[in-house]
């Protein structure tokens, strides 16, 4: 008589179990995928299915840290603008110790490592016109401005400029809008600059436009 298969022989092909990481370990991994799909795809295309099979887990495994669509949203939303802000003001600080117009060539030339280093943030939420998106990023926004307020205020009163508090919300928009197209341009065609090259040339570019203040 034949071998009576075995119950591993009768059930066919079997789904890989998820390895057992739990919440806290697989959070960052679901924000991860769900982050990558945003950028590729945008935001509507986050659902916890395009997650789970993104990761190869099945839907509960993702229902485990978070509970619904939204919370995954939120989560990650702010998860990205606390990294970018974190990694911008960072940035700016870089270039504060050197002259004028050496401070804002180094700023930018470390503003430009941030987007290399986070280019899918920088296209989810610099990019995408998602209003969720939006918002978070205006807040975001709004953080960094200040810290570079704080920041290009003493250079105008070195420079001489007149009449600042009425100047600043125009001067930062001009700085800001700067600094977010030269990302913006490397994340989107990394082969043309590198960080060091653009930031030049945006750095110098900026000191002039400040210049004529």
Known sequence: MPATPSPADRSGPTRTRAAHLGPERRRPLILDAARTIAAESGIPSVTIGSVAE????????????FADR????EALLDRESESLVSATIAAINAGIGHDIETSFINGLQAWLEVSVAYPDTWRLLASDPDPAIAEVYRAARAVVEDALGRHIRPALTELGVEDIARKMPTILMLFFSSCEAAALSLVHEPDKWTPAELGELYGRAIWRAFSAF
């Open 54 to 65: 993104r990761l190869g887990v099945t839907r509960p495994v993702v229902y485990s840290c």
């Open 70 to 73: 939204v919370e995954l949203l």
